[in-house]
């Protein structure tokens, strides 16, 4: 079994950033790869970025080059760097882990951009 605990969502203006943390405990070991996915309202929930176990990475398009995804393996946190945020980043965020055999989600975290 995987527990994911998810922090740092809150309420930003367009242009600003926010950091999500995501901690992860009990069968550590078997996890990879890790990420992060969202859901807006009304649409389907979708992947942002992931970060395998030997290090490579994949984001979504409307995320390159503005989000990065990083772990911290003695802290065993993934982190979601979010920069020039924008409105329709608006979403709950949630922090995703599998192990090969199962895929375990965090309860989501709220993201809002507005002014």
């Known amino acids: 079994q995987v527990q994911l605990v998810e922090s740092g969502g809150g309420l930003v203006q367009p242009g600003g950033s926010l950091r999500l943390s995501c901690a992860a405990s009990g069968s550590i070991s078997s996890i990879n790869p890790m990420g992060w996915y969202r859901q807006a309202p009304g649409k389907q929930r979708e992947l942002v970025a992931r970060?395998?176990?030997?290090?490579?990475?994949n984001y979504a398009d409307s995320v390159k080059g503005r989000f990065t995804i990083s772990r911290d393996n003695g802290k065993n946190t993934v982190y979601l760097q979010m920069n020039s945020l924008k409105p329709e980043d608006t979403a709950v965020y949630y922090c995703?882990?599998?192990?090969?055999?199962?895929?375990?989600w965090g309860q989501g975290t709220q993201v809002t951009v507005s002014s």
């Open positions: 970060l395998t176990g030997a290090g490579r990475t």
């Open positions: 995703n882990a599998e192990t090969g055999v199962q895929v375990y």
